[in-house]
């Protein structure tokens, strides 16, 4: 099925932004994985995956929308501590967030439902889960402090 040029555009854009956060939290769960904080690799390992499920949804979208789909992730910006990471992939997510919106006024705009709804899916997770757990964790350091909050993460 052939779908609107300017979706599709933004489809690929969209796509390039989720592989880049597949990529910044694969790197930031392996170093948290080195580090031994073990609760916060687990945590954004899981990130990973389901920032991988997201590239898939869109991958698969613009193939049948007859695309052709741009593979080049965006440029990461991994944080070197566990404060830079967390701060890092919460500006990531505040960006998808923000083109995520943008895609679903243009999707409805264009009159593909299937693509709003298949993106509001995607926002109202980057929304409730990845950027609101990366918000309390940025919270909780402030809180609890840095030394604290690395400790009841190595468990």
């Known amino acids: 099925m052939k779908g609107q040029a300017a979706v599709v555009d933004y489809l690929k854009e969209l796509l390039r932004g989720e592989l880049a956060a597949r990529d910044q939290y694969f790197l930031h769960s392996r170093m948290y ?17 389901e ?7 869109l991958l698969q979208r613009i193939l049948f929308l007859e695309g052709v789909p741009d593979m080049t992730p965006h440029t990461i910006e991994p944080g070197a501590s566990v404060p830079d990471m967390l701060r890092s992939d919460l500006a990531l997510e505040y960006h998808v967030r923000g083109a995520l919106a943008q895609g679903i006024s243009l999707a409805e705009s264009h009159g593909d439902y299937v693509t709003r709804d298949m993106l509001r899916i995607q926002l109202q997770d980057t929304e409730e889960d990845h950027a609101y757990w990366l918000e309390q964790q940025l919270g909780l350091i402030e809180r609890i402090g840095l030394q604290n909050y690395l400790q009841s993460k190595a468990q």
């Open 51 to 57: 920032e991988t499920q997201h590239a898939d949804a």
């Open 33 to 49: 994985q080195d580090w031994g904080l073990t609760s916060l690799y687990e945590r954004i390992n899981h990130e990973m995956e």
